[in-house]
């Protein structure tokens, strides 16, 4: 007895519970893992959103979103007094407040000096809406490329990739330079003294002729930008390497 049941345990031991205790262990691992269900990040093409390149560019879209918005904050605060008597006896709310303090002569003034301090600061606020607007543009781009594998198919994009990532980090340089220094020309103007003087005169504040928290957000998010950028073309020139290697020897990535 003892010798015919003895060749029925590992048969047993394969079909009963003990196959079963380890789901995904030995030969069978691979067909129980593909039969699960799949999560959002699972499937073949989304998966390309975990990899480290794809963060770097949807940090990239995130900065360049905030350079777009607060940006857009300088570009879309017209200025430009109202006075009472235009409104019909209603208050123009702007910065908090409602300009009561001015009449006749000083309106007229405080009104021709927030528009010519408006219109100092419109092409800075202009050409950083582009900048951020464009690198939005080509960080969404690029994520979809990932996710399409194009990169696979074709490994000479992770070079193009790479170049392109490189010349706008180096570029974002100098564009800071330039958005830092328009700025402070502006505020250092003629026209941003005077109508500083004009409104502390009325007691109202929130008017100094330096950069507001809108402006400083913009240019620490193109300083982030260029270290996120500097990173994406690293991590392009490494998968290179590797879709070159895997290119090089499909056996070895069947294997895998």
């Not at 390149?53 to 995130?62: F, S």
């Not at 990532?165 to 250092?188: C, Q, R, S």
């Not at 007691?203 to 996120?228: D, K, P, R, T």
């Not at 392009?236 to 290697?245: C, D, E, L, S």
Request: charged letters at 15%; hydrophobic letters at 40%.
């Amino acid at each position: 007895m003892a010798e015919r049941s003895s060749p029925r345990a590992p048969r047993t031991g394969r079909t009963g519970a003990v196959g079963r205790a380890v789901p995904g262990a030995g030969p069978e691992g691979p067909p129980r893992s593909r039969a699960a269900a799949p999560g959002l990040l699972e499937c073949r093409r989304c998966r390309y959103l975990r990899t480290a390149r794809a963060c770097c560019q949807m940090v990239g879209a995130l900065l360049a979103a905030l350079i777009l918005v607060c940006s857009s904050v300088s570009y879309g605060s017209s200025g430009g007094y109202t006075g009472l008597p235009s409104l019909g006896g209603i208050y123009y709310y702007q910065y908090g407040g409602a300009y009561s303090g001015f009449s006749g002569a000083d309106g007229e003034k405080a009104q021709q000096l927030d528009q010519r301090f408006y219109l100092l600061k419109l092409p800075i606020a202009r050409a950083a809406m582009a900048v951020g607007g464009c690198l939005l543009v080509l960080s969404c781009v690029l994520i979809v490329v990932g996710v399409l594998r194009l990169p696979w198919h074709f490994p000479a994009w992770l070079l193009l990739e790479c170049v392109l990532d490189t010349v706008i980090a180096i570029g974002m340089v100098p564009a800071l330079y330039y958005f830092f220094h328009f700025l402070l020309e502006a505020y250092n103007s003629s026209v941003c003294k005077e109508r500083e003087q004009l409104y502390q005169s009325k007691g109202y504040q929130g008017f100094s002729c330096s950069l507001h928290g809108a402006e400083i957000a913009a240019g620490l998010s193109g300083c982030a930008a260029v270290m996120a950028y500097l990173l994406s073309a690293g991590l392009a020139a490494r998968g290179y390497r590797t879709v070159h290697r895997l290119k090089q020897k499909p056996v070895q990535l069947h294997a895998h």
